[in-house]
């Protein structure tokens, strides 16, 4: 043999060496069909065939190996590799909560959404019934906070008139005037006010369903004015997706709703301004 031949048979003989040197290998035991990654890059998927997974070659030292199944927890191990091969086992996976559906944020802590009736009437005095729990009115106006959302039966009674009856729609934050009119026997339910909806949103074409309308945003804002004071619904999509969430209006104010389709992004944020 040449000189150089053999010089080059010696180097390979002494690469090989350093390789095994410096190399060991780690079996991870597992279920089959679950992802393994080795430092954050995919390994393979593990199998009945190997015992779950095996991974050779693996330069010595300090490793991380991560297991993952879908819908539940990932589980991630740190490993000393050496010359002697590793094992790590597996445990039972813990299911993932189900995500909270976007722009629903509802817990059981929040507080019940309540609105409040400004009660007015001719005669001054008399009996307002609401839901059947009866309130004495004796003052110009009587004050009825705590309302839930929703609609309410009012009733107003005083003998030697008609009683007469109203349902009566009462929204999450706003205030309703309600006059009750023995004289006519009419009862009438004043709007509790107007505030108005910018919306903003990432990317800025999108489609908004409303207050029963659907629009096109395709500028920076889409401004609606002369909205209802109270608690409504808004759909907002682009291709492939869609976030619904409820919002505010308050009387007077501008409410500031802000989009995001972008990942890592909240789905709304909400602000309110004098409009």
């Known amino acids: 043999m040449r000189p150089w031949g053999l010089l080059a048979l010696i180097v390979m003989i002494c690469a090989a060496a350093a390789t095994v040197a410096v190399a060991g290998d780690i079996q991870v035991l597992c279920e089959p ?33 991560r ?14 590799v050496g010359q002697v091969p590793i094992e790590v086992t597996v445990g039972e996976f813990v299911p993932v909560p189900a995500p909270a559906a976007p722009g629903e944020t509802e817990s059981p802590e929040a507080p019940q959404a309540v609105g409040t009736l400004i009660v007015t009437s001719a005669p001054q005095n008399c009996v307002v019934e609401v839901n059947g729990v009866p309130h004495t009115k004796t003052s110009p106006q009587l004050t009825i906070g705590g309302v839930a959302a929703g609609e309410h039966t009012v009733r107003f009674a005083k003998p030697g008139y008609e009683t007469v009856t109203e349902v009566v729609t009462v929204q999450p934050q706003a205030t309703v005037a309600v006059h009750g009119n023995l004289k006519t026997a009419r009862i009438v339910a004043a709007n509790p006010g107007w505030g108005s909806l910018r919306l903003t949103s990432k990317p800025s074409r999108c489609t908004v369903k409303f207050l029963g309308k659907t629009s096109e945003k395709t500028t920076m804002n889409l401004n609606i004015s002369h909205v209802p004071a109270g608690e409504h619904r808004i759909v907002v999509s682009i291709p492939g997706r869609e976030l619904s969430t409820k919002v505010l209006i308050l009387d007077e104010q501008m409410t500031v709703l802000a989009v995001s389709f972008m990942k890592g992004d909240e789905p709304f944020v909400v602000s309110h301004v004098p409009d």
Do not use: C, N, W
């Open 67 to 80: 297991v993952e199944k879908d819908g539940f927890a990932p589980q991630s191990f740190e490993v000393l």
């Open 33 to 65: 069909g679950l992802r393994v990654y080795l430092d954050g890059e995919l390994a393979g998927i593990s199998s009945r065939l190997d015992d779950g997974a095996y991974l050779m070659d693996v330069a010595r030292g300090l490793h991380t190996v």
